[in-house]
């Protein structure tokens, strides 16, 4: 009998798995949105009618996309980044780390912050599109609420993966 093997301390967590199945079905917006925009030029040419609705629920679906794909994208470490040379002493994991705890994480808290007024008189509103009048424009707000939240998120996961398997490589 084989015994259960240690769980690996840098092993992704269940939040951070629930994080990659969220963005994953996220992808998926990816459809309308490129209906909708392609959606736009028969509504008007053919139909004469529905193009605007169409667009603006293009943007709807392009906020909610933008908000998870930026999360996505740094949890990936896909971002254009600056790298370290390999002669600097503390490794990229730490440099992360930091910058997650110093930069991102206050900025986006402070964002959350000085956001809330704005949003809650957006969705108490139900705050419409400008230009159409088509409801729907507290959604687009909602999406910036969300890339937040996943910032905040993300950065709190990826700080405490990274400080356990720290941890875990300096008891061993």
């Not at 959350?112 to 705050?127: G, H, T």
């Not at 599109?129 to 959604?139: A, I, K």
Request: with cysteine; hydrophobic share 55%; aromatic share 10%.
């Amino acid at each position: 009998m084989n015994p259960t093997p240690a769980p690996d301390p840098t092993s992704s967590p269940r939040a951070a798995a629930w994080l990659d199945r969220g963005w994953l079905a996220a992808a998926l917006l990816v459809v309308p949105l490129c209906l909708l925009l392609f959606a736009q030029w028969p509504l008007r040419d053919l139909l004469g009618e529905g193009a605007r609705l169409s667009n603006d629920l293009g943007q709807i679906c392009f906020a909610l996309y933008v908000a998870v794909a930026v999360t996505a994208a740094t949890r990936r470490r896909s971002h254009l980044a600056a790298h370290l040379h390999p002669g600097d002493v503390a490794s990229p994991a730490r440099w992360r780390i930091w910058a997650t705890a110093l930069c991102v994480l206050p900025w986006a808290l402070f964002m959350l912050w000085a956001f809330a007024p704005q949003l809650a008189d957006s969705v108490l509103r139900l705050e419409r599109f400008g230009e159409t009048l088509n409801p729907g424009y507290f959604v687009i707000k909602l999406a910036l609420l969300l890339m937040l939240l996943l910032i905040v998120f993300d950065a709190v996961v990826s700080s405490w993966q990274a400080w356990r398997a720290g941890g875990a490589r300096g008891r061993r």
